[in-house]
C-alpha cells in the first residue's frame, strides 16, 4: 500500500500536491510536512519538519511506512540570491538525505521537482533541448543541476527509483508566490482581482515557459504512475505548457478587469530571467509517457480569474 511523505507540503506546489496526492490515495495515507507550522492541511497528517534533519526525517518515514516521498523544500531563485549558502545547504544536503534513506531500502520512490534554471545564457532559448549546454547563474539552479545529477546518479549506481520534471513558472491561485523569478505572472492576478495597479519587475517583452498548475499537478502525477520501464530520462524531463510575456498575460487578463493597469520596473530578476529559455522542448516526456498540456494562456487566464471572482463574492 501505497503511503506518501509530502516535504515541503505549505509551498504553492505542495498545498495543491498534497490535496490531490490525498484526492488518490485518501486522506490518512499522505502525510505533509513543513518546516512552518501546518497550513490548512488536516491537523492528524501534519508533521513539523527540517527537511535538513536527517534523523528526523528517518523517524517520521518509519514511524508512519512512508513508501513515496514527494520532496518539495527549496529556496527559490529569487530569494536564494539573497543568501546563497543557505539556499545550498537546504536545497542539496536535503535532497541528499532523501536519496540516502531510498539507498538503505526505507523509501521505494522519490519525487523531486527540477526548474529551467539549470539551464544558463549559454542554453539555446528556443527549443531548449533535453539535453544541451547547462551553465546556471543562480545557486537555486546551480543546486538544482547538481540535484539532477544526484538523481542519475542514485539511480545508475543504486536503483534508486527517483522522478524528476524541469518545471517552467508554475501558476496558481490558492497560493501567494514564494519567491520566484516567474511569480509576476501569479501575483498579477491577485493585483488584477483588487483591482490595484501592478508594477512588473520583469520587462515587457521577456518571455518565459509557463504552466498552470493544474497541469503541473497532472503531469507529476503521470509521471509518478507511470511503468518505471518507460522513465528513460532519470536525471529531470523537460515538460512546457505555454511560453508568453507579461505584456502577453496583461492583454488577456485586462480583458476580464478593463481598468486593470500595469507598469513595468525590471529589477535583478530580469538577469535572472534573460538567463532562462524561452521555449522548452519537452518531446522525451511526450513520447516516453504521454505528457499533454491541457491549459493555454487563454484558457488558464479565463479559470484563473473566474475562481478568483466566484472567491470574492464568498
Known sequence: MTKVLVIGANGQLGSELTAELRRLHGEDRVIASDVRKNNGHSDQRFELLDA??????????????????????????????????????????????????????????????????????????????????????????ISK???????????????????????????????????????????IFFKAADNQHFKCFLGAHSMLPMMYMDDAIRATVELMTADPDLILVRNSYNVGAMSFTPSDIYREVVKFAPEFTISYAPDFRQAIADSWPQIVDDAPARKDWGWKEAYNLERMVEEIMHQLSKRAKK
Not at 67 to 92: Q, R
Not at 151 to 164: A, I, M
Request: aromatic share 12%; glycine share 8%.
Open 52 to 141: 535538513t534533519d536527517k534523523k528526523a526525517l528517518f523517524d517520521i518515514i518509519t514511524k508512519e511506512q512512508i513508501t513515496d516521498i514527494y520532496h518539495l523544500a527549496a529556496i527559490l531563485s529569487a530569494k536564494g540570491e539573497s543568501d546563497p549558502l543557505f539556499a545550498w545547504d537546504l536545497n542539496m544536503n536535503s535532497l541528499l538525505h532523501v536519496l540516502e534513506l531510498a539507498r538503505e531500502g526505507h523509501i521505494q520512490k522519490i519525487y523531486w521537482p527540477s526548474s529551467i534554471a539549470v539551464f544558463g545564457p549559454d542554453t539555446p532559448k528556443v527549443n531548449t533541448p533535453q539535453r544541451t549546454i547547462m551553465n546556471p547563474n543562480t545557486v537555486y539552479g
Open 145 to 187: 543541476l547538481a540535484g539532477e545529477k544526484w538523481c542519475e546518479y542514485y539511480h545508475q549506481k543504486f536503483g534508486v527509483d527517483v522522478r524528476s520534471l524541469r518545471y517552467p513558472g508554475l501558476i496558481g491561485y490558492k497560493a501567494k508566490p514564494g519567491g520566484g523569478t516567474t511569480d509576476y505572472a501569479v501575483d
